[in-house]
């Protein structure tokens, strides 16, 4: 048994973790333990491409939503056959772990090699992004967000926050409301349209964004669809009244609040409207996001949907 831990160990945050997780694989007989780290963004993808086409039973992103992120797009990009890929694990240690919620993972080493040494797995479904003007591809394991989380994404991305992941979630949301103008947009699926100002809109695999915001209660991993949710011309104040039900994934009841299924979704805009993906910035529409049903092989409680 092969097992490649792929490591995001930004400013040495993981010092006392890392060591206790090599003591527990080599206490428990897990198997073959290689432990790469990354130096840089997007290195993550490299390192997994790597991985996967040098040959491994298990991958485990160790770190956060944007780390796994970036290994299932690397796993991707080899040349393996999809029928060869490694089962992908987690060991939630990022600034968010919103994905985490969903999959009902937490960060405890003992349940992480329980689950690879018992070979619990479940199929789950993927996200595929093609954006239009460049034809590049971006797969996502949790949400695709279009309007106001892109520049969330984009902001996150420069800042640092001695508050914690929390507050600095919060800021960057609010700061976006009161500086974004929101953008025409129209979504189509097979079966429903929808048009208008669009303040954000998530197209969802799992539940959670935004630093624990259940923004699709209704999402599953394993159902070969996304849960579409849509905040079309929301004013910050019906939003902030709203938030404590948005943590507790209550549906929000307003006529710019509308939820929606779909397996593949076209946006367009004429306005420069932004889509990230996992809250990694990926483009501008317009682009399609379409689902890949049961594409992985996840390390995952057995009664998670």
């Known amino acids: 048994m092969n097992i490649v831990f792929v490591v995001n160990n930004k400013n040495n945050r993981l010092a006392k973790v890392l060591p206790r997780l090599d003591q527990y694989c080599q206490q428990t007989n897990t198997g073959s333990v290689q432990f790469i780290s990354t130096l840089r963004k997007k290195h993550a993808i490299e390192l997994a491409k790597q991985a996967t086409e040098n040959g491994c039973d298990y991958m485990v992103a160790v770190g956060g939503d944007g780390t796994l992120h970036e290994v299932i797009n690397g796993m991707l990009q080899s040349n393996i056959p999809a029928n060869e890929y490694p089962a992908i694990g987690l060991l939630p240690f990022g600034s968010a772990n919103d994905f985490a919620r969903t999959a009902r993972i937490s960060n405890s080493i003992e349940e992480l090699i329980a689950l690879i040494q018992s070979n619990t797995t479940q199929k789950i479904d993927l996200g595929k992004i093609i954006i239009q003007q460049t034809q590049e591809t971006r797969h996502f394991i949790n949400i695709a967000g279009v309007g106001l989380g892109s520049e969330v994404a984009q902001n996150l991305e420069q800042s640092s926050s001695m508050l914690g992941p929390g507050f600095n979630y919060f800021k960057h949301i609010i700061k976006g409301f009161l500086s974004y103008v929101k953008k025409e947009v129209s979504c189509t699926s097979n079966t429903w349209q ?81 889509i990230e993906a996992d809250g990694e910035y990926v483009g501008l529409a317009p682009a399609t996001i379409s689902v890949l049903p049961k594409a992985i092989c996840f390390l995952m409680p057995p009664d998670v949907q």
């Open 194 to 274: 929808w048009k208008g100002k669009l303040l954000q809109m998530a197209v969802a695999n799992g539940r959670y964004f935004g630093n624990d915001i259940c923004i699709a209660p209704d999402a599953k991993l394993t159902d070969g669809q996304f849960q579409v949710t849509i905040f079309g011309d929301l004013s910050i104040w019906d939003y902030l009244k709203n938030l404590g039900n948005l943590k507790k994934g209550v549906k929000i009841n307003l006529p710019q609040v509308s939820y929606h299924d779909a397996n593949e979704v076209l946006l367009e805009s004429n306005d420069s409207c932004g």
